[in-house]
């Protein structure tokens, strides 16, 4: 057989009828794209195709008839073939990958590659300006692995066929080592009522499990392939495997406690149902999403679907208020039935809200243990690794449900929250954007000059964190924020600092209420709810609103970053604080994200100062989200 040239090109007739039905437009597209031209005669797409030169010529035929190709026959030429929707060949999906690294870069990823990858990736990072051409980079980490929503290695696999090119068969090794490692260990709970740690094999008992595991970790051996665990220790056990490369599964017979009358009276959307069910298989895991996802209402969802006593902690009383009126919003539980514990109240009931202070004090720890709690809620789970919260996480025998923005800390001890609490359970936040379930924000970093020569000054003489203060207080950061503030007069407004002084001088210049953690509760409160109120404003820079009036703007301290439903929030400007952590980034501008309405993030930065990295670092994680961030250089 001879190509449109005369050459020999063989082939097998057998593959003529299969080369004619898959070739679609997208194969043609990729046929393109591997020859590098924007042309291509049959004998190339056969080559691609790997069929003969008649069947893609055929193939590519029937294209024709049905429009979506054309062909041009040049007179001692060979005929060639072309798009004839030249946009579609620019704007299709293409998906590159680097085996070596387990890296995937996709441009213009359908929703289904996107979903896809979703299951066994990390979204590291994401380019372009507008939905639908973005370029997304992908990377699959052993943990991805571990946590993926697949019964076997095999359908794993085929999923990770699907959106590839072609095969890779040093990734599919991988994946499959990793699948194989997360499935090696398990903690189930004997006929007897003790934990039993058992391993696939007496190699990993004996060398693994001996190599990492502490002398009092376990109590005794069972078998060549189990052992009795010592039921204090069941989340360093889990960690120290986790460490060695085996995350354990856990099978153990958790308790639901007394049975507690609640159901959900609020609709779920898609995508937390499918929290709740992955939660309800694992017995336990995170829920990561961008604030105003609904992870509070899916957290609601998990404590009716548990069914169980329920210990809800917090970081702050404010969250823990507002868990209660959450609770009574969404579900059918009575009010009688909701306890709080924290400084201002002790009471414990069968759905208790506390917060991690208390519930890590020594006194106070044998009223918690004292009760059967079905589940442990851990809100703002990121806070379970510092010192003075980290006990609570010993509650092991418990269901565990952890809601998080950014599990992220600043140590990046993201592996302690998923071995102390669970996996991660969780959305694309891009995704979640352009569904339109949660409002992105436009992020803008603005370059504030120097105009005051004394703080340019003593910003140079300073070092160290008195020179990172000194940027933060720049005298010109207050005249930049009422301009915002006025060119956004119809808007809500909240202005986030790092320093009391800072604070206190931009509240006294904007005429203000300002927020710390020296606010007293009920002034809190009241000031929270006069924010969230609609009707006459005002304070944005006419003087102390009175205090029947709604606010319409609050500058606050560190005591905002968190948990605080804001609602009405559609500005949000971070005056100071650029060197906290990238979760601290992504909280303050959460603050604005929510199902409708504008958003607007402007983040301050001291031109020529530390607090252009800091400002960079901390909106490059939100970019890697999906959040679309511009940078703008302020007139002297």
């Known amino acids: 057989m001879t190509d449109d040239t005369g050459d020999d090109v063989g082939g097998d007739p057998s593959d003529d009828a299969t080369a004619v039905e898959d070739l679609s437009v997208d194969r043609f597209h990729e046929a393109l794209e591997a020859e590098e031209r924007p042309v291509a005669t049959a004998s190339e797409v056969a080559r691609r195709l790997g069929t003969s030169q008649a069947a893609a010529r055929d193939a590519l035929g029937a294209l024709v008839d049905r429009g979506d190709v054309d062909r041009l026959d040049v007179e001692a030429d060979p005929v060639v073939f072309y798009p004839r929707d030249w946009g ?121 499990a001996d190599q990492h595991l502490e002398d009092d970790h376990l109590r005794a051996p069972i078998s060549d392939t189990e052992a009795w665990v010592n039921e204090a220790a069941v989340a360093a056990v889990k960690r120290a495997l986790y460490d060695a490369g085996y995350p354990v599964e856990d099978d153990r017979d958790l308790e639901t406690g007394d049975p507690v009358e609640i159901d959900l009276t609020t609709d779920l959307r898609d995508y937390q149902e499918t929290w709740v069910e992955t939660f309800l298989d694992r017995k336990s895991g995170v829920y990561v999403g961008p604030p105003g996802s609904g992870k509070t209402v899916a957290g609601i969802a998990t404590i009716a679907a548990v069914g169980g006593e329920t210990l809800i902690l917090v970081p702050s009383r ?217 009707g006459e404003t005002g304070s944005s820079g006419g003087g102390e609103a009175a205090d029947d009036e709604s606010l319409d703007v609050l500058v606050v301290s560190r005591v905002g970053d968190e948990g605080i439903d804001l609602p009405n929030a559609e500005l949000a400007v971070v005056a100071s604080g650029l060197g906290g952590s990238r979760r601290q980034g992504s909280q303050r501008a959460g603050r604005t994200m929510r199902p409708t309405g504008s958003a607007l993030v402007y983040v301050l930065a001291t031109r020529g100062s530390s607090e252009e990295e800091f400002a960079q670092r901390q909106m490059r994680h939100l970019g890697r989200k999906g959040v679309r961030v511009r940078e703008t250089n302020v007139a002297e």
């Open 88 to 208: 579609a060949l620019a704007s299709r999906e293409r998906v590159v990958v680097f085996p070596e690294r387990r890296e995937i870069v996709v441009d213009r990823p359908t929703q289904y590659t996107r979903a896809r990858l979703s299951q066994f990736a990390h979204l590291v990072d994401t380019t372009g300006t507008e939905p639908g051409t973005r370029g997304y980079l992908y990377r699959i980490r052993q943990e991805d692995v571990w946590a993926a929503p697949f019964d076997d290695a095999d359908a794993l696999v085929g999923a990770l066929r699907s959106v590839l090119p072609r095969r890779y068969e040093h990734l599919e090794a991988w994946v499959r080592d990793q699948w194989r490692r997360a499935h090696r260990f398990r903690l189930y709970t004997h006929a007897d009522g003790y934990v039993v740690l058992e391993a696939a094999s007496e190699n990993l008992m004996g060398n693994v």
């Open 318 to 534: 404010e969250l823990a208020d507002q868990w209660r009126e959450e609770l009574l919003e969404h579900s059918t539980v009575d009010p009688a039935d909701i306890g709080l514990y924290h400084g201002g109240t002790k009471d414990v009931r069968p759905v208790t809200i506390a917060t991690y202070q208390i519930a890590g004090m020594d006194r106070h720890r044998s009223l918690f243990d004292s009760r059967k709690w079905g589940l442990i809620c851990f809100d703002e789970a990121h806070h379970i690794t510092a010192p003075v919260f980290s006990r609570s996480a010993e509650l092991q025998a418990k269901h565990r449900l952890g809601l998080s923005a950014t599990p992220v800390s600043e140590t990046d001890s993201e592996e302690e929250i998923y071995t102390l609490i669970g996996q991660p359970i969780g959305a694309d936040w891009d995704a979640l954007f352009e569904a339109g379930f949660v409002q992105e924000p436009e992020v803008e970093i603005r370059y504030v000059p120097w105009r005051d020569e004394m703080a340019q000054s003593e910003y140079a003489a300073a070092d160290g964190r008195e020179r990172r203060r000194v940027a933060s207080e720049n005298p010109a950061k207050i005249e930049e924020i009422r301009y915002l503030l006025a060119a956004h007069r119809d808007k809500k407004a909240l202005v986030f600092v790092e320093y009391l002084d800072h604070g206190r001088a931009i509240a006294d210049a904007l005429g203000a209420p300002f927020i710390s953690g020296e606010t007293p509760h009920h002034e809190r409160a009241e000031l929270f709810r006069r924010f969230r109120a609609d």
